[in-house]
């Protein structure tokens, strides 16, 4: 299908979309409140729920990371919490996991403890 030339298709430059939240775009165009919810909670994107966020953001968040571009992006084998791990042996600090800070304070030259 050719576009139109005198039709922008950058989701920033619709009025429409920059009004509405995603939500609300999703509701306007057809679905219902239990189909958002249910892709709201499967989706991962949260973030674009929350109601100040513009519709616009979300499809041109979906152009930039389109799968198309896919053979353009890297991955890290085996995750990038291993990428963490390996920081995390290079740097050797101490680190504990499900502990509760009580307090922190500067010790000599700007060291936490």
């Given at each position: 299908?050719?576009?139109?030339p005198?039709?922008?298709?950058?989701?920033?430059?619709?009025?429409?979309?920059?009004?509405?939240?995603?939500?609300?775009?999703?509701?306007?165009?057809?679905?219902?409140?239990?189909?958002?919810?249910?892709?709201?909670?499967?989706?991962?994107?949260?973030?674009?729920?929350?109601?100040?966020?513009?519709?616009?953001?979300?499809?041109?968040?979906?152009?930039?990371?389109?799968?198309?571009?896919?053979?353009d992006?890297?991955?890290?084998?085996?995750?990038?919490?291993?990428?963490?791990?390996?920081?995390?042996?290079?740097?050797?600090?101490?680190?504990?996991?499900?502990?509760?800070?009580?307090?922190?304070?500067?010790?000599?030259?700007?060291?936490?403890?």
């Amino acid at each position: 299908k050719e576009k139109n030339p005198n039709v922008s298709h950058n989701p920033l430059e619709s009025e429409e979309m920059r009004k509405l939240n995603l939500v609300q775009f999703m509701l306007k165009y057809g679905a219902t409140k239990d189909q958002v919810d249910d892709w709201i909670a499967h989706s991962g994107y949260d973030v674009f729920t929350y109601p100040k966020v513009a519709a616009s953001i979300f499809f041109h968040e979906g152009e930039l990371y389109d799968s198309e571009l896919d053979c353009d992006q890297s991955y890290v084998k085996d995750g990038f919490e291993s990428v963490v791990h390996k920081l995390l042996t290079k740097s050797q600090v101490k680190v504990q996991l499900d502990a509760n800070v009580t307090a922190v304070k500067k010790v000599g030259s700007g060291d936490v403890d």
